[in-house]
């Protein structure tokens, strides 16, 4: 079993509600559901930061591409496809 730790939240009755009756359907407790949900939005959080902080980096880094020239490859990728299919 892995270590954990208490955390006192509050919730708005109506959705308190609705992780309890989610709780009674998948037969798992309000407490696992709402660590489930609050590790996974820390997750989808923490990788939308970490790629800010990439892109950043490659800002300062110049590692990117105008967006002439981004438009301008892409334009010759849907041509070529276009030709393919004529």
């Given at each position: 079993m892995t270590a954990s730790t208490t955390m006192t939240i509050r919730l708005d009755p109506q959705l308190k509600e609705k992780l309890g009756r989610l709780a009674d359907g998948t037969r798992r407790s309000r407490s696992f559901l709402a660590a489930e949900a609050v590790e996974?939005?820390?997750d989808r959080e923490l990788a939308i930061i970490e790629?800010?902080?990439r892109g950043l980096a490659d800002v300062?880094?110049?590692r990117t591409v105008s967006h002439e020239d981004a438009m301008a490859s892409l334009r010759?990728?849907?041509d070529?496809?276009?030709g393919d299919t004529a």
């Open positions: 996974a939005y820390v790629g800010i902080e300062e880094g110049r010759e990728v849907i070529a496809m276009a």
